[in-house]
């Protein structure tokens, strides 16, 4: 004989409301912190800051428990402690069991943030976005209520995103919460806190050494516009003027530029070409991709070890295809030849301690995002493994298979079955 609760009435009913709570596995991931150990890292973290962030930590935690809903943007360049004041404020409030929700724009910058999703993950927004586009975010599911018991929303690299994902944003947060708060619908955000962080004004990095403050000071000084310039003869109409570069800063001018700028940029290659300190503190910034195979190629051949090659499967997707199959329309030499922005290239050429750069999130949780970097530990058939050298992972090996991979800017709709990666000693 089956019997229920209601059977029975002087035993009290479960209250629906917390029996719905505590079955929501994605708010109930987000109260998991340990309190105790939160607060030690806030007491550590709070005790370094200096007054501008502490000026900004306590208008945000005022508008948190105000519930005023305000929203804060906050600039400044890599190294003028940011980060330091994202995490200050996140162990702060789950130190008092309070719901944070950090984003970044981008995997790497997410990586930064203790619990830290990119954006489009967490917020579900689609890939494709308009000035009508919403989050793919039922009212009734997990991840609404999670944003609806939140006190706080951190979006790191907010300018890195559209326009249209924060509208997206907006209209589904007013959306969703309008139905609990019938004034949600008419307050930014649907009345949350929001902290919105941006990483392009310059100003002066924390961190340099003495010997690279004269560098420093000049590149302030051609953000701010006030470096030395030289009159150009190109026509008026023209934006920009030419800069005025100190021979100090230029390496000089040789029949071997590869070999100069290899040089420069990774002295006393040979003796540190697996020391993984040695990689993350060095990388060759160049304007087009030519230049990055060319000195990627370069710095390849100059590393002591057997060089491993991987091929992509390139092909023409069929519902790509008018009815006909236009497939014999594109040769397998053209296929190969294409390159597309976020893809690897045809070829891919390996050697064990070589850097290399993620170019897809494959994995958040194991530090698998577009953008970090990983030197190559071991070279196979079908697999590449790897030893994460930034963000939260650092250390841990890893496994890189082929995949399946397909650009969506292009008619064509060519599929790639390949090592998502790219050798990382230059990039663009």
């Known amino acids: 004989m089956i019997s229920h609760f ?55 935690l005022q508008s948190v428990d105000k519930q005023s809903g305000q929203l804060f943007f906050v600039n400044g360049a890599g190294g003028t402690g940011k980060t330091y004041l994202y995490r200050t404020i996140i162990a702060k409030l789950r130190s008092t069991n309070k719901v944070v929700i950090p984003v970044a724009s981008s995997g790497v910058a997410a990586l930064l943030l203790p619990g ?28 609404a209520s999670l944003i609806a018991k939140s006190d706080l929303i951190i979006w ?6 559209h326009r249209q994902a924060f509208e997206t944003l907006d209209r589904s947060l007013r959306d969703l919460l309008s139905p609990s708060d019938p004034t949600a619908s008419d307050k930014p955000f649907g009345g949350k806190t929001v902290l919105l962080g941006e990483v392009y004004t310059l100003s002066m990095n924390m961190r340099l050494e003495k010997e690279e403050r004269e560098f ?14 030289i009159l150009s003869h190109t026509s ?25 700028l290899a040089a420069a940029a990774y002295p006393d290659f040979l003796h540190n070409y697996r020391n993984k300190k040695y990689l993350t503190e060095r990388a060759v ?49 053209y296929l190969n030849s294409l390159e597309f922005s976020g893809l690897p290239n045809h070829r891919l050429c390996l050697k064990v301690g070589s850097p290399v750069m993620m170019l897809r999130n494959l994995n958040q949780a194991y530090g698998l995002c577009n953008g970090t970097r990983m030197i190559v530990s071991r070279v196979g058939d079908r697999i590449v493994e790897v030893e994460i050298m930034t963000g939260t992972q650092v250390g841990k090996t890893v496994l890189i298979p082929r995949i399946q991979l397909s650009p969506l800017d292009t008619c064509i709709h060519s599929r790639f079955a390949a090592v998502s990666i790219l050798c990382a000693y230059a990039t663009q």
Not at 25 to 52: G, K, R
Not at 156 to 161: K, L, S, V, W
Not at 304 to 333: C, N, R
Request: one cysteine or more; proline letters at 6%; aromatic letters at 6%.
């Open 116 to 143: 830290g999703r990119t954006a489009h993950s967490r917020f579900k927004l689609p890939l494709t976005l308009s000035d009508v586009s919403m989050c793919n975010i039922p009212k009734c599911s997990m991840l």
């Open 216 to 229: 420093a000071k000049w590149i302030l000084e051609v953000g701010d516009g006030t470096a030395d310039t």
């Open 236 to 260: 008026s109409n023209e934006e920009g003027e030419q800069i005025v570069v100190d021979q100090r800063f230029m390496i000089p001018s040789t029949d071997k530029p590869h070999e100069a």
């Open 156 to 161: 790191d690299e907010a300018p890195m995103a």
């Open 6 to 60: 209601a059977d029975y009435p002087d035993i009290p009913l479960p209250d629906d409301a917390i029996l719905t709570e505590i079955s929501n596995t994605v708010l109930m991931q987000e109260l998991s912190y340990d309190i105790q150990q939160e607060n030690e890292t806030h007491t550590e973290l709070f005790a370094s800051m200096n007054q501008d962030q502490k000026m900004v930590y306590h208008a945000v």
């Open 285 to 333: 910034l160049t304007p087009t991709n030519s230049t990055v195979h060319e000195l990627n190629a370069y710095m390849l051949s100059q590393v002591p070890s057997q060089a491993k090659e991987y091929l992509s499967s390139d092909s023409v997707e069929l519902e790509a295809t008018p009815e006909d199959d236009w497939s014999s329309h594109y040769t397998q030499e």
